[in-house]
């Protein structure tokens, strides 16, 4: 391309008039290498059933786990719980019984919800998933029990008010007796996390305020979604319990590691605020992300989303934190420490030029393709194993949401509509591909390798 063609292009100059002006001037001939540059001169359009297509192949499954051996007794337990709420309504429920169609409407989905996940709870997925399925079934259950309770005037503020009580004091009791108690320092955090997450959890449920109760109590949606929450945090705690009691059982030789703890926070801490130092302002240009010249393609679109996800991360780590939260605290890091990691790369990546754009549909076929090896690497990735399964998940789900939204496609379809989704599939890439890495790094700081 000659200098003025790409002085034109570089500041968005070249349209029909000045094309027919170049051409005038260094002919078409000279011009030919230069149209696949041109602004708009891409494709507008892609078939929107080839891009859906890509979506049938199938997803790699990645699940849910905590390394604790969780009994199949107790997710029973949470089962029959669920189960026996649902055994004391009449439901699912006719106009006759509830002549409200909103509400009947409403509590019906519910009651449906609560159904499925208790069938969930018997057979689908890991132990863990199983629970948090029968859990889910609980709360559901719950939630229109109460409803029907309100509507039948058989429930009472006063009843809320005392469970509420009751609950917060099961809350503080578990509190008060847990410790930071492990003997592998990883497994711990990862395990102490989660109980830090029913504990946190358990203590919003409950923390509605006395003018909601007397709101609710003549609204019986309001008045469930009150008794839905109660019997959250009654579900959070239990499991907290019985995540700490079989973890406790488990350990050859039990000692108190709060101090590595606060040191590996300390230690992921530092590493977070150097490496964020480093990044970019926030812009609504992200072709300005790099040191090249390119157009807004789905490299560049997930660029701008790493840079997002990454500066908010890092901007949101107080140093002013509750002491209570050490685990979850250093497992957030290693979250933040994905995206820099993968922004790093995948900036890198474009500067050396790989655009990572959308001109066909196979090319969204290649980026999900990338998306599904990134994952399934780091699946059977064989160190740090433990790091890498609390990592993994939340990063690998992303798949199954976007492929949700590019099986719709149908007919022509605009290519930054196409673009968007595909960039979804590269950020998927790269966060699964730093995974690995940043697992190593997180396990190292929580084992106090190299520790002075």
């Given at each position: 391309m000659t200098r003025t063609a790409e002085h034109s292009r570089r500041n968005g100059q070249i349209d029909r008039r000045g094309f027919l002006a170049l051409a005038g001037a260094v002919g078409l001939t000279s011009l030919s290498g230069c149209l696949d540059q041109l602004p708009g001169s891409g494709p507008e359009m892609l078939d929107g059933d080839a891009v859906a297509e890509i979506t049938t192949d199938e997803a790699p499954a990645i699940s849910e786990t905590l390394p604790v051996d969780i009994e199949a007794s107790f997710v029973a337990e949470q089962r029959e719980v669920a189960q026996a709420k649902l055994d004391s309504i009449p439901g699912p429920f006719d106009e006759t019984q509830i002549p409200n169609g909103v509400i009947r409407e409403r509590v019906n989905g519910e009651y449906e919800a609560a159904r499925e996940a208790i069938r969930e709870s018997a057979d689908a997925g890991t132990t863990y998933e199983r629970l948090e399925r029968a859990t889910r079934g609980r709360t559901s259950?719950?939630?229109?029990?109460?409803?029907?309770?309100?509507?039948?005037?058989?429930?009472?503020?006063?009843?809320?008010?005392?469970?509420?009580?009751?609950?917060?004091?099961?809350?503080?009791?578990?509190?008060?007796?847990?410790?930071?108690?492990?003997?592998?320092?990883?497994?711990?955090?990862?395990?102490?996390?989660?109980?830090?997450?029913?504990?946190?959890?358990?203590?919003?449920?409950?923390?509605?305020?006395?003018?909601?109760?007397?709101?609710?109590?003549?609204?019986?949606?309001?008045?469930?979604?009150?008794?839905?929450?109660?019997?959250?945090?009654?579900?959070?705690?239990?499991?907290?319990?019985?995540?700490?009691?079989?973890?406790?059982?488990?350990?050859?030789?039990?000692?108190?590691?709060?101090?590595?703890?606060?040191?590996?926070?300390?230690?992921?801490?530092?590493?977070?605020?150097?490496?964020?130092?480093?990044?970019?302002?926030?812009?609504?240009?992200?072709?300005?992300?790099?040191?090249?010249?390119?157009?807004?393609?789905?490299?560049?679109?997930?660029?701008?989303?790493?840079?997002?996800?990454?500066?908010?991360?890092?901007?949101?780590?107080?140093?002013?934190?509750?002491?209570?939260?050490?685990?979850?605290?250093?497992?957030?890091?290693?979250?933040?420490?994905?995206?820099?990691?993968?922004?790093?790369?995948?900036?890198?990546?474009?500067?050396?030029?790989?655009?990572?754009?959308?001109?066909?549909?196979?090319?969204?076929?290649?980026?999900?393709?990338?998306?599904?090896?990134?994952?399934?690497?780091?699946?059977?990735?064989?160190?740090?194993?433990?790091?890498?399964?609390?990592?993994?998940?939340?990063?690998?789900?992303?798949?199954?949401?976007?492929?949700?939204?590019?099986?719709?496609y149908e007919d022509d379809t605009r290519v930054a509509f196409v673009e968007r989704e595909a960039a979804g599939y590269v950020v998927i890439t790269e966060t699964c591909r730093a995974v690995p890495s940043v697992s190593g790094d997180v396990a190292a700081a929580l084992r106090g390798d190299g520790d002075a």
């Open positions: 259950a719950r939630e229109v029990q109460a409803a029907w309770e309100t509507i039948e005037e058989e429930a009472t503020v006063e009843g809320l008010r005392e469970s509420q009580a009751a609950v917060g004091d099961d809350v503080d009791a578990f509190a008060s007796r847990w410790e930071y108690v492990g003997d592998d320092p990883v497994r711990a955090a990862i395990v102490h996390a989660e109980i830090e997450r029913e504990i946190r959890g358990a203590r919003n449920w409950l923390s509605f305020r006395a003018h909601e109760l007397e709101y609710a109590a003549e609204q019986p949606l309001d008045f469930a979604d009150i008794a839905a929450d109660i019997e959250r945090a009654r579900s959070s705690i239990a499991v907290a319990s019985h995540y700490l009691d079989q973890f406790r059982r488990s350990l050859d030789t039990e000692r108190n590691i709060r101090e590595r703890f606060v040191t590996a926070r300390e230690t992921l801490d530092d590493r977070v605020r150097t490496r964020g130092e480093s990044l970019p302002e926030a812009t609504d240009d992200p072709t300005s992300l790099v040191d090249r010249d390119i157009d807004r393609t789905a490299g560049v679109i997930a660029l701008s989303d790493l840079l997002r996800n990454a500066r908010w991360r890092v901007t949101d780590r107080s140093s002013d934190r509750d002491s209570r939260s050490l685990a979850s605290d250093a497992l957030a890091a290693s979250g933040t420490l994905v995206y820099l990691r993968a922004f790093e790369t995948l900036r890198e990546r474009i500067e050396e030029g790989n655009d990572v754009a959308v001109d066909e549909a196979d090319d969204v076929g290649k980026l999900r393709a990338d998306a599904v090896e990134a994952i399934s690497s780091a699946r059977g990735a064989d160190q740090n194993r433990l790091v890498v399964d609390a990592l993994l998940p939340r990063f690998a789900r992303e798949l199954r949401w976007i492929d949700d939204r590019v099986s719709g």
